[in-house]
């Protein structure tokens, strides 16, 4: 907030913000400011946490209403993690850890909220502490590859890959990307993570159009954090420049409830697009378009999420939807993929309703670059 304000707007909205907190806090209590805009609240003589409850509750709303500062209209959100004392903690060091992992659990949950402090808290924070550690001494190390997936066009022509990330640690075994990459999203490791995986996807079709393999188009999965930050644009041009590929041969995915949620998506989302790279909205269906909004958006490819592509042929529901998303891209111009796509039944049926792309284990499932290659000579 300083940053974005000035200094001594950051100060006063603080002194603002501790005057508050004192008018609702009992008179026997105490304030203390941690560092940054962190408060640690002492309270006495609670006679049950109902009454806590009630107190974070009048805290919260007090917060919420706006700040007047030299005439600055500033709203902030508070968000108030507590613990108890002596369950959960004896001494003021423990206390406050864990005050500090319930407010971060608030935090998860969104603004204005609070939350009471539980070992399974520390539990989880310390596993994914863990998870990050590892995974940080994984990066560019043999530990961490790319397995890439065919993506095959309505006749069954090889049309492109998607490069899917693979961790396989000496301590935890194979870890899913479903598992990891939410803890690198939380950590901030995905930025370096994700700077890797363009890097390596580029190299890999640089390298297996050198060796004859005529792989049109790769796709790379981006995350919400790396979407936001700033330095994406300049790492996806690296990733092309350092490897020579073209950037029409790169498509980014980027999954619909990320796109729908992001501030800054619309803007980020051209200016990835003005560098020459497509776009697809990945696991299209599960999050909530508006429709007006996707028309505005500079996307080249929609990838109807494999949900629906499980229900083909038992539930009319799902089939109904794949229905109206092939109905918006064919009406706004966009490619329509398929993923998850493992009966001839339902590769049938996409073709019936106008899916240009499939993806899924009947076409092949991920495999390391070397297999890929096999694999892909015997479908092109
Ligand atoms: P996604 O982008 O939707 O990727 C498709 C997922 O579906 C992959 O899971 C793939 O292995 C799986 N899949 C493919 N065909 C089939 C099929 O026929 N049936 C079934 N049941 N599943 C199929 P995977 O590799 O575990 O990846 C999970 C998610 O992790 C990805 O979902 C993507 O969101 C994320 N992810 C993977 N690699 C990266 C990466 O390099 N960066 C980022 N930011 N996210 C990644
Ligand atoms: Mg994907
Ligand atoms: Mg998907």
New binding site residues.
Partial sequence: MNDTLGHSIGVRLLQAVAERLGQVVPTEGARVRLGGDEFVLVVQRMRSRAELAALAEQLVARLAQVFDLAGYRIHIGASIGICVCPEDGDDVETLVRNADTAMYEAKQRGRGQYCFYQASMTENAQAKAHLDQLLRLALHSPELT??Y?PLVDAQGRPAGA?????WNSPQLGLV???QF?PVSEETGF?VP??AW?LGEACRQVVQWRAQGLKVARVS????VR?LEHEQILQTVREALAETGLEPAALEL?I?ESVIMTSENALLRLRELADLGVTLAI??FGTGYSSLAYLRQLPVHAL?I??SFI?GIGHSSGDEAIIKAVAGIARNLGLRLVA????TDLQRQYLIGHGIDEL????VG??APAQEFSRLWSCVG
């Fill in positions: 790319l397995h997936q998607e490069a899917l990330i693979r899913s990307p479903a990459i995905i993570l994700g995986v790379v999965n981006l995350s790396q995915e999954t990945d696991d990838k999420d494999r499980a993923e998850g796509v493992e993806q899924g284990y009947l499932r991920p």
